[in-house]
């Protein structure tokens, strides 16, 4: 049996993934002949990995989730301490990348590098994470939980409503974003020019 909330995560996961994989795209391709363009693209891309997973989809591993496989499978500690030093540095993380990326914008050429590196350090951490999670975690829940955890978990992330999933419709606050990310940005986010 699929539960709500795993299928939930994956799909979150999965959105993610492409956005990170998107940005890497847009590096790979630089800011050419049209910097405005590109900048607003990157700082959209990095207020939704701060918005939406930073601070919706980890509270909700960590408080729910989390907890409730290491009361069935307490094996499974060491990932959790990592996962957890991983939901703690993400938000600072993306925040030091955000900065990066203005002083890119507006210093010009000589912070290029200093980005560049950051990003492609989030993007290598973030995957290994997700990877993690799917791999170590989301298999001890499918296996171990109960059907009240079950419940608990599909009702808490029945909520999520992440534009980027295309399962859901996208909450007004987040329409404008959703649509400068997909008009301009590369497949597999977006509908812009190919990289």
Not at 2 to 24: G, V, W
């Amino acid at each position: 049996m699929s539960h709500l909330s795993l299928r939930t995560i994956r799909d979150e996961h999965a959105a993610l993934a492409a956005m990170l994989r998107s940005l890497s795209l847009m590096l790979g391709r630089g800011p050419g002949n049209e910097p405005d363009r590109f900048f607003d693209v990157l700082r959209a891309m990095l207020f939704y990995i701060d918005e939406f997973p930073e601070r919706l989809h980890h509270p909700k591993e960590s408080d729910l989730l989390f907890p409730k496989v290491l009361r069935v499978a307490p094996q499974v500690m060491p990932t959790v301490e990592r996962l957890e030093k991983d939901h703690m540095r993400g938000e600072g993380a993306v925040r030091e990348l955000q900065h990066h990326l203005l002083a890119w914008e507006l210093l010009g050429e000589p912070r290029r590098a200093a980005f560049e590196t950051a990003a492609k350090d989030y993007v290598a951490f973030y995957l290994e994470h997700m990877q993690l999670e799917e791999s170590v975690i989301l298999p001890a829940a499918e296996k171990l939980l109960g059907d009240a955890d079950w419940s608990e978990l599909d009702a808490a992330f029945a909520g999520n409503r992440d534009p980027l999933t295309g399962n859901y419709p996208c909450e007004p606050l987040y329409d404008r974003l959703f649509t400068r990310i997909v008009m301009a940005a590369p497949e597999p986010i977006g509908l812009g020019p190919s990289v």
